[in-house]
């Protein structure tokens, strides 16, 4: 198994639109995104359950939409009206099975990292 691989991170202008991309590679059993803002602690932005598409947020929906393609084994983070408190490192996470223990919107319940995209959004 690969850790997955983000891309599509880049420099915008706030309300431009941007779309992460990740791969992953064998089972999985939910993916997301967690976003890092420099002096920040990391902040869960979205996930998608494999098996049937469901999709939660924490905080953001309306401006961010996570949607998967299973048989690309990829998901995608949509960010609309990006805003310069967007600016972040952008990780993708991965989920090989369902956790007791932990929320779907806490860290520990992925254990797949990607080494994250930067997101830069200027005024």
């Known amino acids: 198994q690969v850790q997955p691989v983000e891309s599509g991170g880049g420099s915008v202008q706030a309300g431009d639109s941007l779309r992460l991309s990740c791969a992953a590679s064998g089972y999985t059993y939910a993916m997301g995104w967690i976003r890092q803002a420099p002096g920040l602690e990391r902040e869960f932005v979205a996930g998608v359950r494999w098996n049937d598409g469901y999709t939660y947020y924490k905080g953001l929906k309306g401006r961010f939409t996570i949607s998967r393609d299973s048989a690309k084994n990829t998901v995608y983070l949509q960010m609309d009206n990006l805003m310069p408190s967007d600016t972040a490192v952008y990780y993708c996470?991965?989920?090989?099975?369902?956790?007791?223990?932990?929320?779907?919107?806490?860290?520990?319940?992925?254990?797949?990292w990607g080494l994250g995209t930067q997101v830069t959004v200027s005024s």
């Open positions: 996470v991965l989920a090989r099975h369902y956790s007791g223990v932990y929320s779907n919107t806490n860290e520990n319940y992925y254990s797949d």
